[in-house]
């Protein structure tokens, strides 16, 4: 089996450990983190244009390393292979490995900002806010640091994570990560926990515990 997977570059570490033991030939090709940031229309739009730009030919699916995330995936559709898509609200579902244990933590915790590698090496919401002076974090109260076994030597990610909340008075914890939900969606292992969408079929929001789902002809 060969595969494409188009995925968030916030999730670029955990991939590529992720990919050196694939049992079959997945070509990954990494989407800026902005996307998140441009508004559902124009995410949707750029993610319609870079599935485009795949030689469907040359494979036998699309991977989609997307969760729901604004809507921005809703109304995408798959051409002439299937695309397959993690049922996910956003990607910490897929840094704690289950949406269970998302689902767990976001009612027993409210208002936790999530950190992670990626979000270090590739997100800037505290520099967005400082530079437009418009509190864009204002529903959250504590900071929650995902360990994921993947940081790089040295790092300093965890005391860069107690500074941010020492500086908004926000409570810190830190967790551990699990690949598992990343390693079944690469590895093509696709149960109930992922949307196949047929050629020619569309995804849209569920409301319920599935998130997305096919949409009706």
């Known amino acids: 089996m060969r595969l494409k ?7 670029h ?8 033991n694939l049992p079959h030939q997945v070509d990954i090709e990494f989407l800026p983190q ?6 559902r229309v124009r995410m949707k739009k750029r993610l319609t244009e870079y599935l485009a730009t795949v030689d469907e030919d040359a494979y036998d699916a699309i991977l989609l390393g997307f969760a729901l995330c604004s809507n921005g995936i809703v109304g995408l559709s798959a051409n002439k292979i299937p695309l397959v898509v993690p049922r996910a609200h956003d990607c910490i579902t897929l840094f704690l490995g289950s949406r269970q244990r998302y689902q767990d933590h976001f009612f027993a915790h409210g208002g936790t900002y999530f950190l992670t590698t990626g979000w270090f090496e590739h997100n ?9 002076g418009i509190d864009m974090l204002s529903y959250y109260s504590k900071i929650a640091l995902i360990e994921m076994g993947v940081e790089p030597p040295g790092n300093t990610f965890e005391q860069q994570a107690q500074k941010i909340a020492e500086e908004r008075h926000w409570e810190y914890e830190k967790l551990t990560g699990d690949l598992s939900l ?9 149960n109930e926990d992922f949307l196949i969408v047929p050629p020619g079929k569309s995804i849209r929001a569920s409301y319920d515990d599935d998130v997305i789902e096919l949409a009706p002809d």
């Open 13 to 20: 570490r955990e991939i590529t450990a992720l990919a050196v």
């Open 34 to 39: 902005e996307l998140h940031v441009i508004g």
């Open 182 to 190: 990343l390693r079944r969606f690469i590895n093509g292992n696709w």
């Open 124 to 132: 800037n919401a505290f520099d967005e806010e400082e530079r437009y």
């Open 5 to 11: 997977l188009l995925a968030c570059e916030i999730l």
